[in-house]
């Protein structure tokens, strides 16, 4: 069964930085892209920023050049650099991967992590 475990999240004041992490139980090879989403309270869960086992990538207007989501196959890892963040990019922040199978894709998501930041 593929884990995923995000970590990184935390407090930060407005402007500063954060950087997240996701680490696979099993090879990232497998997936055919792996991706960052966001649900704040009262919110739907929404796309942040997604990456192919190509690297190519793709990013929510509201975070285009303030974020970059980045792979390290070799630590079976995804990270998501946030910089210049703001009091609306506080939400709990979910690491997903998904795997094309017959019929379909399979999706696998981790546990979260919460970022707040402060005005």
């Known amino acids: 069964q593929v884990q995923l475990v995000e970590s990184g999240g935390g407090l930060v004041q407005a402007g500063g930085s954060l950087k997240l992490s996701c680490v696979a139980s099993?090879?990232?090879?497998?997936?055919?892209?792996m991706g960052w989403f966001r649900q704040a309270p009262g919110n739907e869960r929404e796309l942040v920023a997604i990456?192919?086992?190509?690297?190519?990538?793709n990013y929510a207007d509201v975070v285009k050049g303030r974020f970059t989501i980045s792979r390290d196959n070799a630590k079976n890892t995804v990270y998501l650099q946030m910089n210049s963040l703001k009091p609306e990019d506080t939400a709990v922040y979910y690491c997903?991967?998904?795997?094309?199978?017959?019929?379909?894709?399979?999706?696998?998501w981790g546990q979260g992590t919460q970022v707040t930041v402060s005005s």
């Open positions: 997903k991967a998904r795997r094309a199978t017959y019929g379909g894709f399979v999706a696998y």
């Open positions: 099993g090879s990232i090879f497998s997936f055919n892209d």
């Open positions: 990456i192919t086992s190509g690297g190519s990538t």
